[in-house]
């Protein structure tokens, strides 16, 4: 019985990350976003959303800017939150927070976690959602919980946000 268990093990191909294929879907995220504030629904409580961003879209990752970070901290400029592989390994970000990228439907998502002192950890996922033409981008936030035995939770006070942003333009 053991050895056709081995085997069995042996011929099963190994979990591997996968590499996120660059549609158009994901170069297009490429840029300098703004918040529109009178757009979007829901929220998150105490997390609030950055006003603005920069995402930098590369063949083997993306990076983030944003002027909000973890807890609340904001900034005035933008600042590196870190870069996430496209590869779909988990990456860990400036903030401390774990990251790993996807596809949902075919767009950016991001799942990142956060470790608590008391075991749990914050899991946020995010899908980045463009408009038609590119100048208008959602996204998608849901916050849940993971107990230290595996079993997942939900937050009470709020846990889907989506939050809209406006394409900056270049400047001349």
């Not at 409580?45 to 879209?57: D, E, Y």
Request: proline share 4%; net charge positive; glycine share 8%.
């Amino acid at each position: 019985m053991v050895a056709v268990a081995a085997a069995v093990v042996a011929a099963s191909p190994r979990l591997t990350a996968q590499q996120i294929p660059l549609t158009d879907k994901i170069t297009r995220l490429d840029g300098t976003w703004v918040r529109v504030p009178e757009k979007g629904w829901g929220g998150i409580c105490g997390v609030p959303a950055s006003n603005g961003m920069k995402l930098s879209v590369s063949a083997a990752e993306i990076s983030i800017e944003a002027d909000t970070f973890s807890q609340g901290v904001s900034s005035q400029a933008l600042k590196p939150i870190g870069e996430v592989k496209l590869d779909g390994s988990q990456t860990v970000l400036f903030t401390g927070r774990t990251a790993t990228a996807s596809t949902d439907a075919g767009w950016l998502a991001i799942t990142t976690i956060q470790q608590r002192n008391v075991g749990v950890a914050n899991v946020m996922h995010e899908v980045y959602i463009l408009n038609k033409n590119s100048d208008e981008l959602t996204v998608w936030r849901t916050l849940n919980t993971r107990r230290p035995n595996g079993v997942d939770g939900k937050i009470d006070c709020g846990n889907h946000h989506a939050i809209v942003y406006s394409r900056k333009p270049l400047s001349k």
